[in-house]
Every structure is written in C-alpha cells, then in structure tokens.
C-alpha cells in the first residue's frame, strides 16, 4: 500500500493519496473494506483505513471477555493483520484529529495526512455517562479496545485481589438495557464458574425505569428479570445515579437519596456520539450524530453538494421520508449500511470526477425496524424477536460464539477476498 500510494511532499508532513480513506476500523469500516474487494470494479481500489487500535475486541460477547469466560485473545479481530494483507489497502493507527470534508483529508495527530476521492467517516460512538453524574470518572466504560483491557484488568484485580474469607466485593451494573442485563447476568455466573483464584463479586444492577429492557416486549422483560434475580443479581429498579466518589455511589430513589458500597461500577446506561463528529464540518442531528441521507452520504439535500462523502454505523442517524430513521446501531445495521456505501462508491468510481453528465443515481440504505436478539443472562440466554422469546439456556453461548468466529473468518484474507 505504501508503495501505491502517490505522495505529495509539500512544506507539511507528507500526504499519502489514495482512492478511499476510511475513517474507524470496526464493524462498519473492516466490511466496507470486504465489500469494496467483492467486486471486480473494487478490487483496484487503493484503500486506507484510520483508528486508534490495530485489533477489535467482539463488542457482542464483550461481557464474556471482561469476565474471562471467553479468552481475549481469541475474541479478538487482528484488524490491521487483515487489512494489511491486501496489497493495495492499510490501516493506519493512530489517533485521527482532524477531518476535512471539503478536500477530503485526514490528519492523524501525530502529522500523518491523508486524502482521497472518496471520504467514509466510520467513527461509532462512545460509552459515557453524562455530564450531570457528579464523579462520573468513577464509572468504568468498556467499550473501546482500550477500555475493554483496563476494564478487565481492574475487574481481575478486583476478584482475585483479595485473600480467601474476605466479604465478597460489590459490582455495580448501571443501566437495564441490553448491555447491562448482560454485564449483570455474566458477574453473577462467577459465582458458578470463574477463572481460578477470583472470588465471586455481589452484583447490582441499577436502572431508572420501572422495568427492564425498555425498547423489548414487556412479556421479555419479565423473563430476564426473573433470570437476573434467580442467579442472585440485586435490581434496583426506579434508581438513578447522581454521584459517584470511589467505592460507593449516590443513588435518588422515590423514597430519597442514599449511598450505596459499590467497589466497581460499570457504566452501560447508553452511548452517545464519537468526540471527533462534534469537530466536523458537516450536518449533524440535535443528538450530535452525523446527519446522511438515505445514500448514507453526508450531505442530505437532492443535489449532494459533495457526493463522495459517506458515512455509517453508530456515528449516523439517517434523515430521509418523515424524518429520522429509527435504525438500531447494532453490529448487523453497520454490515449493511456498509454493502450500501460500497454499492455507491462503486457507481460514482465509474464516473469522472466532477460528473460532467451529472451525479448518477444512488442505492438507498433499507429501513428495517428490527433483527433477532441473543440476550445472554449468564447461566440462560434468549433469543428474542419482537414480541417472541425462545428460552435456550446454554445455547445461546454456544451459538454467538459461532457467530463470531463466522465474523472473524470473513475477514480472513484467503477466506474472504
Ligand atoms: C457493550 C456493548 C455491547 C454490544 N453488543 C452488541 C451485540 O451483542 N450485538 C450487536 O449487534 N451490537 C452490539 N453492540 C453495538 C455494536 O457494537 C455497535 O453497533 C458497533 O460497534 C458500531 O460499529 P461502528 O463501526 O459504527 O463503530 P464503533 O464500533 O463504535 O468503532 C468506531 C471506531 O472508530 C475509531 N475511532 C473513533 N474515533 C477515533 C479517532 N479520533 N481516531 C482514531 N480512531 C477513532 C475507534 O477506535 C473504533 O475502532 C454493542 C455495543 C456495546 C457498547
């Protein structure tokens, strides 16, 4: 790749010049990269992808891997040995500081400059609990690469810490959505299996509504809470954090505030938008997410202003119809929006630059209301659609975990492309 590239050498760092610059390397950017090399038109391509880590974490068994039920080292994409197998792709690592749509350019922060043609802003979104939680540094997140490890550690510290006969330590799961339920039913499985050594925590899970999983089907709802407190997790339903100091956390209740003991609390009370797509010079939602038309391109008006600037997965909230799309920023959601920019990449790379005979017509991205669900709660799992739950115990572990490994050997270069 580094020999495919054109460089211009100006005054400032290098620019390396390729076809595509594909900003965030997970689940939107490595299959957009698989799309593009699907194609025969695709395959000429040069490609660059940009982000912080070389190696991807399995956000869905995330859970699994904080408490070692699942090695890391085999829940992990090798992202940058996958890209950089192609002769004309490469992802770059490093920290991105700068995006500029209009030349469609790419700073890292640590000099490195690169532009294309074609612009992808595949940037997802952040675990962080608001601004209006006091101590909020207090709360751990788990979401990014490097999150994931310091959570893992601190938990591992934490449960294997201590000698034998010492209380065991409470964990605090903040939140009653899907990642949390999870979380919580995964803590409270130690106390049947765990890696050797570990004590098995006391578990608490924490969420502001009167029930759990409020986007699921009430009749859902009720199966996990029955499971999550079979396996012994404490819910404290109708309870908010306000503060958080180390080792116990503030709680408002309807009977008052208290403070509750907690050793380490997780945050999974929802995600909000990447810090990089609030510097962007480009439409966003009230919400800060990147606003794109149904094309998934950028600029959201019948006469794209600039038609070759793309963007996906969790950083999006696609505007088109009524108004906003209500897509699920899931791991299936980016697949697809992927294969749709890959589709409308392809269509204007056919074209010369600047359209002469116009811009040609675009795919659109589909809206699907919903997919199917692996809940898993520890010792049980679900798997859920719509209003209909099927009960499957272990399978459930089984079966996400051949969905992974799916995941991981589509991105194997002699499998894939
Ligand atoms: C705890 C948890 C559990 C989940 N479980 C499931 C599940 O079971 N099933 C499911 O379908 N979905 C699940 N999801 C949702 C799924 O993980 C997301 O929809 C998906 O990760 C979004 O992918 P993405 O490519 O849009 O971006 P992200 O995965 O958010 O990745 C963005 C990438 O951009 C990089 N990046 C961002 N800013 C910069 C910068 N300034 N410089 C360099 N790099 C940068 C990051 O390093 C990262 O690699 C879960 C999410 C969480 C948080």
């Not at 594909?22 to 939107?28: L, Q």
């Not at 994931?148 to 330590?169: D, F, K, V």
């Not at 180390?246 to 938008?273: N, T, V, Y």
């Not at 950083?315 to 906003?324: C, N």
Request: net charge positive; glycine share 12%; proline share 6%.
């Amino acid at each position: 790749m580094a020999e495919a590239a054109a460089t211009t050498t100006g005054e400032a760092a290098a620019i390396v010049e390729v076809d595509v610059v594909v900003v965030g390397a997970s689940f939107t950017g490595i299959e957009l990269l698989h799309q593009l090399r699907r194609r025969a038109e695709g395959r000429g391509l040069r490609i660059a992808l940009v982000d912080r880590a070389a190696r991807h974490g399995y956000l869905p068994l995330v859970h699994e891997r904080l408490c070692r039920r699942l090695a890391i080292d085999a829940s992990d994409l090798e992202t940058k040995a996958s890209v950089d197998v192609d002769a004309d792709a490469r992802l770059w690592v490093g920290e991105v500081a700068a995006i500029d749509p209009a030349a469609k350019e790419v700073a890292l922060a640590d000099g490195r400059r690169l532009r294309g043609r074609f612009l992808v802003i595949a940037v997802g979104s952040i675990l962080a609990p608001p601004p209006a939680i006091a101590g909020r540094e207090h709360l751990r997140v788990y979401k990014l690469q490097g999150e994931q490890t310091a959570a893992g550690e601190a938990l591992a510290g934490l449960l294997a810490g201590a000698g034998a006969g010492a209380e065991a330590p409470r964990i605090t799961v903040i939140g009653g959505g899907i990642s949390g339920v999870e979380l919580a039913g995964e803590l409270a499985h130690l106390a049947r299996s765990r890696p050797e050594g570990w004590r098995a925590p006391r578990v608490t899970l924490v969420h502001g509504g009167a029930r759990l999983l409020p986007g699921f089907a009430e009749r859902v709802a009720r199966r996990v809470h029955r499971h999550l407190q079979a396996q012994g997790v404490e819910l404290l339903l109708g309870a908010r954090v306000v503060e958080a100091e180390a080792g116990r956390l503030r709680l408002r209740e309807a009977a008052g505030e208290r403070w509750l003991d907690s050793e380490m609390s997780f945050w999974s009370g929802g995600i909000q938008p990447a810090p990089l797509l609030a510097e962007l010079a480009l439409p966003r939602t009230d919400a800060g997410w990147l606003a794109v038309g149904p094309t998934l391109q950028c600029f959201p008006t019948p006469i794209p202003s600039d038609p070759e600037v793309f963007a996906g997965g969790d950083a999006v909230r696609v505007i088109g119809g009524e108004g906003e799309w209500p897509t699920m920023q899931r791991a299936i959601e980016c697949l697809w929006q992927a294969k749709v920019i890959a589709r409308n990449i392809l269509t204007l790379a056919a074209e010369p630059a600047g359209y002469p005979s116009g811009v040609p017509p675009l795919h659109p991205h589909r809206l699907r209301r919903d997919f199917f669900h692996g809940i898993s709660l520890g010792a049980r799992s679900l798997v859920v659609y719509g209003p209909l739950m099927l009960d499957v115990a272990a399978f459930g572990v089984w079966f996400r975990r051949f969905l992974m490994r799916q995941y991981f050997a589509r991105y194997r270069p002699s499998g894939g492309r």
